[in-house]
């Protein structure tokens, strides 16, 4: 069972766009919401995390937007680049449980 | 600090050879997870240990698939036999403990290909 989903599956934008990855969960119990960024051939690593209690996060040009009735939510990139060009996955975990749901993952290319 | 270590690299074996893949979390992180990466199914959490100790195995796939951790510096996660369908990235992650905040660190992973 899926409980963490996550479109789209690929994204293509222009240098200095906006993408928006967007999620979906299930699991009331999840509390916490990190954001992993992985290039090819490493492994992931943590981009930006938010918890339920705040509607967005901001991190330099990674922003999360949080809808806890809804129960989705979605990370935003500002003024993409190049190097930003990577594989995103959402993931969600419960409190106290390090047990990490990951969605399946964006693949985003920047193109210059 | 070297971060999470893991090896080998890369993996050729054939079909039904048994394979070890090896990972050395970061000192002081007392919480290891090994995941499993393919394109078909993304990122599944197979194994996690807490203090050296197995607390949700629940992901492991099926029982050719069985991870140790004997000390707090090194974990194995041995398949035998392998079969083509096991071929994928396989990451070891470790943190700092159960609080749920803290960060899993990843290693490189050891990419497995079962001919």
């Known amino acids: 069972q899926q409980q963490v989903k996550q479109s789209p599956q690929s994204l293509i934008v222009q240098k200095g766009g906006i993408p928006i990855i967007n999620c979906a969960y299930e699991?009331?119990?999840?509390?916490?919401f990190p954001w992993y960024q992985q290039f090819p051939g490493k492994g992931p690593a943590l981009l930006i995390a938010?918890?339920?209690?705040?509607s967005e996060k901001k991190e330099g040009r990674f922003t999360i937007s949080f809808n806890k009735s809804a129960k989705q939510f979605s990370l935003h990139i500002m003024d993409s680049q190049p190097g930003d060009s990577a594989t995103y996955f959402c993931?969600?975990?419960?409190?106290?449980?390090?047990?990490?749901?990951f969605g399946t993952g964006t693949k985003l290319q920047v193109i210059p | 600090d070297a971060g999470v270590i893991q090896s080998p690299r890369h993996e050729v074996t054939e079909m039904g050879q048994e394979v070890t893949l090896r990972c050395k979390p970061i000192?002081?992180?007392?919480?290891l997870f090994w995941y499993r990466q393919t394109m078909m199914r993304g990122l599944e959490l197979l194994i996690y240990?807490?203090?050296?100790?197995?607390?949700?195995d629940s992901g492991m796939p099926e029982d050719r698939f069985s991870a140790k951790m004997p000390n707090a510096s090194f974990s194995t996660l041995k398949i035998q036999p392998s079969e083509p369908r096991d071929s994928a990235v396989y990451f070891c992650?470790?943190?700092?403990?159960?609080?749920?905040?803290?960060?899993?660190?990843f290693g490189p992973g050891t990419r497995l290909t079962v001919l």
């Open positions: 699991n009331t119990a999840f509390d916490y």
């Open positions: 993931a969600a975990r419960s409190g106290g449980y390090q047990k990490v749901t």
């Open positions: 000192s002081g992180h007392n919480s």
């Open positions: 240990f807490n203090n050296n100790v197995p607390i949700d």
């Open positions: 992650a470790s943190s700092l403990g159960q609080d749920s905040n803290n960060e899993q660190f």
């Open positions: 938010i918890r339920p209690d705040v």
